[in-house]
Nanobody, 120 residues
Framework: QVQLVESGGGLVQAGGSLRLSCAAS????????MGWFRQAPGKEREFVAA????????DYADSVKGRFTISRDNAKNTVYLQMNSLKPEDTAVYYC?????????????WGQGTQVTVSS
């Protein structure tokens, strides 16, 4: 069982930056691909960014490409999301997700979320 705890959210003006962190415990962190998702009020949860187990491969939603950067530190069991040039439409609860597949079975874990609010 993996536990994920996000931090770093808050209130920021448009054009500003925030860095989210997600600390993992209870499992072998480097076994997991990690991702960030977000959910705005009244909307479905959506993919933001993902990084593979080694950090050698990343993927981003079109809406955040060039502004957000996902990274991980396997020695610290932590994944990060650096968010620059923030826009009001980035306002959402941001969730961290850990996932791995073993013998055809997928294991997924979610954090509790951290609120990001971007004012115009």
């Amino acid at each position: 069982q993996v536990q994920l705890v996000e931090s770093g959210g808050g209130l920021v003006q448009a054009g500003g930056s925030l860095r989210l962190s997600c600390a993992a415990s209870g499992g072998t962190f480097s076994n997991y691909h990690m991702g960030w998702f977000r959910q705005a009020p009244g909307k479905e949860r959506e993919f933001v960014a993902a990084i593979n187990w080694s950090g050698g491969s990343t993927d981003y939603a079109d809406s955040v490409k060039g502004r957000f950067t996902i990274s991980r530190d396997n020695a610290k069991n932590t994944v990060y999301l650096q968010m620059n040039s923030l826009k009001p439409e980035d306002t959402a609860v941001y969730y961290c997700k850990a996932a791995r597949t073993n013998w055809g079975r997928t294991y997924e874990y979610w954090g509790q979320g951290t609120q990001v609010t971007v004012s115009s």
